[in-house]
């Protein structure tokens, strides 16, 4: 089945790299349901831009390290 | 799962059971009979108000099963909801034709209320179901 969007993303390896951080833990750190972070990583949705940023600056990094859009 | 998402599988569950025994009930009087004499506003009301009610008991029950999760909604959900209640206003606008055309053409009263009331069925259950696709699939 075809992911219904084509961004891409770094989540999951940046809570690893971020001590392990739960779905959980960032999805109440940035005021969302721990079922949209997992729809995020998994490409069913692609966040508003706002959370976008949100999730950039838990990890504190640029919104491109979080963030793909391929060719 | 989430609790909007909970909340629309119990939409779906409520909106095919009721519908379904109220329709089976009435329906199954009308061959050999004067369908003005059936009576279906109470069974009606009774239906509504037992799909009202049966959503909210089981909404409650969702949310003592899982306490976490409950009442808590988001961006997501929202963008989730708008796009049911848009594909329901839909399916209602069309929906709605059968009953102005029954009345229209002078039909039975019972005619009419029974397809407005499968027109706010069918208008619910897509929306529900719409719902559910997107919080499944994704959008």
């Known amino acids: 089945m075809a992911k219904p969007t084509r961004v891409t993303n770094s989540i999951r390896t940046l809570r690893f790299a971020h001590g392990e951080m739960t779905q959980a833990e960032l999805a109440d750190r940035i005021g969302v349901t721990r079922q949209t972070i997992i729809a995020i990583e998994q490409g069913r949705y692609s966040p508003s831009l706002e959370t976008a940023f949100q999730i950039a600056r838990v990890f504190q990094v640029p919104l491109d390290d979080v963030f793909g859009y391929p060719e | ?139």
Do not use: C, Q
């Not at chain 2, 089976?24 to 009308?30: D, E, Q, R």
């Not at chain 2, 206003?89 to 709605?96: D, Q, T």
């Not at chain 2, 055309?101 to 407005?116: P, Q, R, S, T, V």
């Open chain 2, 1 to 139: 799962m989430s609790s909007e998402e909970k909340h629309s599988w119990i939409y779906v569950v409520v909106g095919v059971l009721v519908p379904l025994v109220y329709f089976a009930t009435v329906l199954s009087k009308v061959p050999g009979t004067d369908v003005a004499t059936i009576d279906y506003v109470w069974p009606m009301l009774t239906a509504i108000g037992v799909g009202i009610g049966a959503s909210i008991v089981l909404s409650i029950v969702a949310a003592i099963i899982s306490p976490r999760e409950a009442g808590k909604t988001d961006v997501r959900d929202k963008e989730i909801n708008r796009r049911g209640e848009y594909v329901g206003f839909y399916v209602m606008s069309v929906a709605a034709i059968v009953p102005l055309g029954l009345a229209m053409a002078k039909a039975e009263h019972f005619w009419i209320a029974n397809a407005l009331y499968l027109a706010f069925v069918l208008a619910a259950l897509a929306s529900a179901v719409v719902k559910i696709v997107a919080y499944r699939r994704g959008f």
